[in-house]
């Protein structure tokens, strides 16, 4: 009996993933919240594409809780990484210890997290444009592939199961393999990220410049300082290669990432901690000073805490408290 897909944060990937697994004939549950919870029980989860759009009717639970377990559900975590260990502490209480956790995440200490309660846990290096700024809706800009979304066991190493979940996703028309190195393909995804906080801060229009290029040397230095190993910016091309076409979904552009689409919709929090803080974090633990990615954490948790529209800085502005704070 093919397994059953739990998506635990439905917005812009999770979403996005429970879509087009159940337009694949998956069976699949979501998890939400809030108005977007209230939006998809009362008019199905509508997934927006350049090429249309399309409504799926699955059912969605609030809490873990809710749902009727089963031994061999795979649960895809979706939420951003500061919700992690809220939903792994619900999932615990609910969940039999069998399932099959894949961490569907930006960054790289989810796993760790997840292994503590589930021996089965795999990591997910996502490259997939996707956007959720309205309740029950969610776009994919790339089409016809939605996304990369390569999986592995963590820390290491592939099986039957990971072949299975890629082989899923691959129905689901996400170019998806299964890889025995998985986190490492997620570190390099990391530097990339390191950007999404300069994007937030100072708009999607700016272009990448001196702060992006000063956030990545400092990451790369402390992943080498810590012995940490990263797929290189040649490998990292060559997985993209052609493989996403990115085009506008009912005439609009893309407008930003995913820290620019949580200071838009006013959520609150950001994923900077996890990403910028992850580069500070390993620097502290390893003597390597990370003045732009500490200074960037800063800015960006105060500007979601404070509700700030994103863009609310110019780079220069952003450089001159990096030159103050080192």
Not at 66 to 72: A, G, T, V
Not at 102 to 128: D, H, K, Y
Not at 291 to 309: F, S, T, Y
Request: charged letters at 25%; hydrophobic letters at 45%; a neutral charge.
């Amino acid at each position: 009996m093919p397994r059953r897909y739990v998506v635990f944060g439905a917005g812009a990937i999770g979403g996005v993933i429970a879509a087009f697994l159940h337009r694949a004939e998956c069976e699949v549950v979501g998890i939400a919240r809030g108005a977007h919870l209230a939006a998809i029980r009362q008019h199905g989860l509508s997934l927006r594409t350049p090429d249309g759009a399309f409504t799926v009717h699955l059912p969605v639970a609030a809490t873990p809780r809710e749902i009727r377990w089963r031994d061999d559900d795979v649960v895809l975590l979706g939420m951003k990484s500061q919700d992690t260990q809220a939903a792994l502490d619900e999932l615990a209480t609910a969940a039999p210890p069998s399932i099959v956790v894949v961490c569907a995440q930006n960054g790289v200490a989810n796993e760790r997290a997840a292994l503590r309660c589930f021996e089965t846990t795999l990591g997910m290096c996502v490259i997939s444009p996707a956007t959720h700024l309205a309740p029950g809706v969610v776009e994919a800009e790339s089409s016809p592939c939605p996304g990369i979304l390569d999986v592995g066991r963590y820390p290491s190493g592939s099986d039957a199961t990971v072949e299975e979940v890629a082989a899923a996703l691959r129905a689901a028309t996400f170019d998806s393999r299964a890889v025995p190195d998985v986190m490492r393909w997620k570190y390099a995804k990391l530097l990339v990220n390191l950007g999404n906080a300069v994007e937030a801060i100072c708009g999607p229009r700016s272009a990448p410049g001196e702060l992006v290029e000063r956030v990545r040397e400092e990451g790369e230095a402390v992943l080498r300082a810590a012995r940490i190993d990263w797929a290189s910016v040649e490998e990292d091309a060559a997985r993209r290669a052609d493989r996403l076409s990115i085009r506008p979904v009912d005439g609009r552009a893309r407008g930003g990432g995913s820290s620019w689409q949580s200071l838009t919709r006013g959520a609150g929090t950001i994923e900077v901690d996890y990403l910028n803080g992850e580069i500070v974090l390993l620097g502290r633990l390893h003597g390597i000073p990370t003045p732009a990615n500490a200074v960037l954490q800063r800015i960006a948790r105060r500007m979601a805490h404070e509700r700030a529209r994103p863009g609310a800085m110019h780079e220069d502005e952003v450089l001159a408290a990096i030159t103050r704070a080192g």
